[in-house]
């Protein structure tokens, strides 16, 4: 009898223990509001799972801001970020979401702002020493103008939601480099991938000038780029703008992470 009344115990003990922590979990969950901002790269192109209403945003229940928020709950997400966005496209139409309440804000931007799918497009199509000057003309851009068109992004955000925690996400290297590869030329890859790390570099500073979280995504990519053999990452796809945007895994295994390390 003895034995069976303490065995009834430690059992309500361990019940009342494991309400507390489920009790105590989404509590914590339910008090982030979630702002997801940004260009394809946010959106998830690539992905698939595509919210159908998002039209040509295409934004994606697999990408990494759908992911965190399926995962942790908060009170509210709102999912704006959009494919082929610049960075006057978020501050004029991307930021209605966020308020004084506001808790949580990611952002992936400025790709597109030097010039993402011209520079992939020319590279494709044209000879190496067309590619490597188009990539100049994107790494001299991002060295002059973008530090100056992500401060504009990041002292909207700021001014909008003055208590939030910004985590701003970059860009993965698109290329495994020194391995053979069926496509694109070696110089085609390592100037895509230099031109990858100067708006990494170049968001890293200004994110870190503003207060802001960079979560960056090139370390959980590594070894996952285009002919890898292990892609997190779409080469030539149908639909074309899926092309050179990450997989759901890329989101996944790739992206997710970073954010859960820096939420």
Known sequence: MRLT?????LGALVSAFALAVVATGPAQAAGVSYVALGDSYSAGNGAGNYISSSGDCHRSNSAYPALWAAAHGPSSFAFAACSGAVTTD???????SLSASTTLVTVTI????????DV????????????????????NYVRSTLPG?????YNAIRAKAPSARV???????????NVFCIGMSATKHQKIDEAADLIDTTTAARASAHGFVF?????TFRGHELCSGDDYLHDLALPTWESYHPTALGHSAGYLP????DD
């Open 120 to 139: 992939i497009t020319t590279c494709v199509t044209g000879s190496d020493s067309t590619c490597v000057n188009r990539v100049n003309t994107a790494e």
């Open 167 to 177: 985590v701003v996400l970059g860009y993965p290297d698109l290329y495994t480099l």
């Open 149 to 153: 068109r992500l401060d504009t992004v």
């Open 215 to 219: 979560g960056d995504v090139r370390s």
């Open 110 to 117: 400025g790709g597109n702002d030097a010039g993402f799918t």
């Open 90 to 96: 978020v501050t004029n139409s991307q930021l209605g």
């Open 258 to 261: 970073v954010l859960n390390a």
């Open 5 to 9: 009344r303490s065995l009834s115990a």
